[in-house]
């Protein structure tokens, strides 16, 4: 079967590698890949439990979110990607560590308290302790966005540096565009997305091999040459740009973590995150049987990439989607009205 697949962002392409390794022939289109969406701007978190614990919309999804999880290792050793186990820990005010204490264990997890200082070295002084899990993963995006395309490409897909405009020839286009439009025609479902923008800080500072740090409002996630702090969240904001008043507010929280972040090089990155009514993707065959979504990733894209690709899969090849089939259903969400 022949596939067309727009976007290249990590949905376009996990999903493209899946589509290949069944026997389809696959086209990857996207005009800007690694540099317009989302997916090149994370942080590569792989949070099912600090994303069930600190967004109220991820809550109610934990057992899919860790589900998705536990896909990232077949997909990592089929592509190279490398995943980072040393895991998350979450540091904060008395009050709020019994918070996230409380919320992990309703989850059914067994917080462990930890020196704080020792697993995150330049940590602030006075956050000595904190709440540890090694349920919570990390990559690279950049490096994983590499080892996908060229495990995809070695699989035979071919990449064209071009925007799709419709099937382009395929029996199934594949709908992997983040939060554009272009397809809406085609693809009525995808302007139920509502964009939500994220400010994010590459700070330029050496650290030791450490986990990752979950703060009130902020996180710090270690990162080739530095870390990666964020991320606001603007929903309703879908200009890409990076907005230079965002950086100082981040930094100043960053350094609540990690007093060195205040005088450290920084770049400011931003991306646009597609977001649904209800937390979750939008995975399936949507009005017009031959196209297929894999869009809405919310916070989440790089966590749920594996599940979104192996729905998104089976929805092209009319195979079984899954334990979460339904919940991801692309029709499953009525159209504002003022969306069409
Ligand atoms: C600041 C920030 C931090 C984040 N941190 C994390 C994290 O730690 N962990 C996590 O799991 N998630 C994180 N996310 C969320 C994650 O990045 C996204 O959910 C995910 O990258 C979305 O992937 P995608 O493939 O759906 O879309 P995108 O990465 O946005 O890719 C869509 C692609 O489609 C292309 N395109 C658009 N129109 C067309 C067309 N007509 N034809 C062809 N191509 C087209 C675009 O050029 C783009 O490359 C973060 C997001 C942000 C903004």
Redesign the pocket.
């Known amino acids: 079967m022949k596939v067309t697949v727009?976007?290249?962002?990590?949905?376009?392409?996990a999903t493209a590698l899946a589509l290949a390794d069944a026997g389809c022939d696959v086209t990857?289109?996207?005009?800007?890949?690694?540099?317009?969406?989302?997916?090149?701007?994370?942080?590569?978190?792989?949070?099912p439990v600090f994303?069930a614990v600190l967004d109220v919309e991820a809550r109610p999804h934990f057992g899919l979110l860790l589900a998705a999880r536990d896909l990232w290792p077949a997909l990592a050793a089929r592509a190279g990607v490398d995943i980072d186990r040393a895991g998350a820990m979450a540091v904060g005010s008395v009050d709020w560590l019994d918070a996230v204490a409380a919320s992990m264990t309703r989850l059914g997890l067994h917080p462990s308290e930890v020196p704080a200082g020792r697993l995150a070295p330049g940590l602030l002084e006075s956050l000595r302790t904190g709440l540890m899990t090694r349920e919570d993963w990390?990559l690279e995006?950049a490096a994983a966005i590499a080892a996908l395309r060229a495990a995809a490409q070695a699989a035979g897909v071919i990449f064209r540096r071009?925007?799709?405009?419709g099937m382009e020839g395929a029996d199934r286009l594949v709908?992997?565009?983040?939060?554009?439009q272009?397809?809406a025609d085609l693809a009525p479902q995808l302007r139920a997305l509502e964009p939500?923008?994220?400010?994010?800080l590459q700070v330029d500072l050496p650290t030791p091999r450490q986990v990752v740090v979950r703060g009130e409002g902020v996180?710090a996630?270690p990162s080739v040459g530095g870390l990666?702090v964020?991320?606001?969240m603007e929903a309703g904001v879908a200009d890409p740009a990076a907005d230079p008043a965002r950086a100082a507010p981040l930094a100043a929280a960053g350094a609540q973590l990690f007093p060195r972040i205040a005088a450290a090089p920084r770049e400011l990155?931003?991306?646009?995150?597609?977001a649904t009514a209800d937390g979750l993707?939008l995975v399936g065959t949507a009005s017009d049987p031959r196209v297929i979504l894999?869009?809405?990733?919310?916070?989440?894209?790089?966590?749920?990439?594996p599940l979104?690709a192996r729905a998104a899969a089976a929805a092209v090849l009319g195979a079984d989607p899954g334990r979460f089939g339904e919940r991801l259903a692309a029709n499953r969400l009525s159209l504002r009205p003022d969306a069409h």
């Open positions: 727009a976007g290249a962002g990590v949905f376009g392409l990857v289109f996207d005009p800007a890949p690694a540099t317009s969406g989302a997916s090149g701007v994370a942080a590569g978190m792989i949070a994303e990390r995006p071009a925007a799709a405009t709908v992997a565009t983040g939060v554009a272009g397809l939500i923008k994220g400010h994010i996180y996630a990666r964020g991320a606001t990155l931003a991306g646009v995150r597609a993707p894999a869009v809405g990733a919310r916070r989440n894209g790089w966590l749920l990439a979104v």
